[in-house]
Structures are given as structure tokens and as C-alpha cells.
């Protein structure tokens, strides 16, 4: 039997798990509870999405599993919410908020088992990268649904909760940092002499053909950098003004400043 499912916070991250949890039928629309913090809001997610959405949190709080999705500065808010409405113990809370670690949401929501999970946005399309880290009350069997349920949307890895704010940083952050760079490189091909709206296409296009490319050949990002850069050629002539605007270290430094920023929200 599918558990039930309540999502608490239903923004950009959880809608992104949720439409295509329904879409693929892993969860069905009489089995989802999600509750938001105003009516405007509950009114146009309910008209948008196929499931119960609204502001009393009771049915998101009964259920069987409940995705946390709030931001982190809500968290000793809606512990003290969820307080007020208990249910059987050694239910599932899955957290997606960044920073905040297995032992602290063990320590604010006592009596459930705690699952620390990182997805990014990109599991809209099914193209997703989720890290999960499980406290130790969380069975094998809870363990295979939900890397089957986060599967669904893209990759799943299992690893040491240590590990997951430099896994935010490189895998959700990331997923900005990768836009303003797809944006640049559009601006670049206008500054060139490109229509705005075929630099647009070609710019993402570029993205997805190398990532596809460094994959399914397994080549180190310095190899087909080599590959494509020949002697007094266009390509170095283009790496070597990246060099000199620091974009090497400046990706670098954005990845550690996400990592640093996920451990003070936490």
C-alpha cells in the first residue's frame, strides 16, 4: 500500500518532487495533504495541481510521510506547529531544508524518523540529483521507497550527512550558477552578431550537448577541453580570456560560499 503523503511549504523545490510524483502516478492525488501559510496561495496551487492544498496543517501532519519544505528560518515554527497536532510515533519526515541536520530535527520532532534529503530542481523534467542522509530509526525497507520515489526524478546517491552542504552547493546552487553562465555565454553569442532569441536556444543546447558529451564518454572536462582547443585557435583564444576574468576561481568560491552559507542555516 502507497503511504500517505504530506508536503509542508510547497515552493519552487517541492513542486518540483510533487508534479511529477503525481504525473507518474508514485503518488496519488487523494493520498497528498500539502498545506501552505495563505489562502492566496493555497487557492492557486489547488487550481493548478491535482491534490488537496490548503493552510490547516492537520491533514499535511496525519499523514504517513511528511516532506518538510519550509525554509529553514520556519523550522522551530512549524516544529512547535506540528507539536500541536500529534500523531502515531515513528512516522517519516523527510527535510529537504538546506543545513539542517538529522540530529536537529530529531531533537525538534520527537518521535519521528528523520531523513535529510538534498534534491535540485531539475527533478521537474526528471533530470534530478538527490543526496539522502537517514537517521538511525529509518529501515531498509523506508530506505528503498524513497530511493525509488526520489529515482523517479533523476539520481539518487545515499551518503555521509558530512557530505551533503558541499553536495547542495555543487548540485542545487549549482543548478543557478549553471543558468547565469548559459546566460552569459547567450550574451555573448548577441555581442557577436547572434539573434537574441538563437543565442537563447543554442546557449542551453551547447550546455546539454557537452554534459551529454563528458558522460557517455567519461572524459575528464580537461580532455575535451583539449579536444577542442587547437593551436592559435578560437576556443583558447576564449579560455584564455575566462582565465584572465578569474571565472575558474570565481565558480570555485561561489560553490564554497553556498557550502559555508547551507552550514550557518542549519
Not at 199 to 215: E, V, Y
Amino acid at each position: 500500500m502507497t503511504p500517505s503523503l504530506g508536503v509542508v511549504g510547497l515552493g519552487r523545490m517541492a513542486q518540483a518532487l510533487v508534479r511529477p510524483w503525481l504525473q507518474l502516478g508514485l503518488v496519488r492525488p487523494g493520498q497528498l495533504q500539502a498545506v501552505v501559510a495563505s489562502d492566496a496561495s493555497a487557492s492557486r496551487l489547488a487550481a493548478d495541481l491535482p491534490c488537496a492544498v490548503g493552510t490547516d496543517p492537520a491533514p499535511a501532519w496525519g499523514s504517513d510521510v511528511v516532506l518538510l519544505a519550509v525554509k529553514p528560518q520556519q523550522l522551530e515554527a512549524v516544529a512547535a506547529q506540528q507539536a500541536v497536532h500529534p500523531g502515531p510515533t515513528g512516522r517519516l519526515l523527510v527535510s529537504v531544508l538546506a543545513g539542517v541536520t538529522v540530529a536537529r530535527l530529531e531533537s525538534l520532532f520527537a518521535g519521528w524518523r528523520c531523513v535529510r534529503a538534498v534534491p535540485n530542481t531539475p527533478a521537474l523534467v526528471r533530470s534530478g540529483l538527490t543526496g539522502l542522509a537517514y537517521g538511525p530509526g529509518v529501515e531498509l525497507a523506508d530506505r528503498q521507497w524513497l530511493e525509488a520515489l526520489f529515482g523517479a526524478v533523476g539520481e539518487v546517491l545515499t551518503l555521509p550527512e558530512a557530505q551533503l552542504d558541499a553536495f547542495l552547493a555543487l548540485t542545487s546552487s549549482g543548478t543557478g550558477f549553471v543558468a547565469l553562465v548559459v546566460e552569459a555565454l547567450a550574451d555573448g553569442a548577441v555581442a557577436a552578431g547572434l539573434p537574441r532569441d538563437l543565442a537563447l536556444r543554442l546557449a542551453p543546447a551547447t550546455l546539454a550537448g557537452t554534459a551529454a558529451l563528458l558522460q557517455q564518454q567519461q572524459l575528464h572536462p580537461g580532455q575535451l577541453k583539449d579536444m577542442v582547443s587547437s593551436p592559435g585557435g578560437t576556443t583558447i583564444a576564449g579560455l584564455r580570456a575566462l582565465e584572465r576574468g578569474g571565472l575558474r576561481s570565481a565558480l570555485i568560491e561561489a560553490v564554497l560560499a553556498a557550502a559555508e552559507r547551507s552550514r550557518q542555516l542549519g
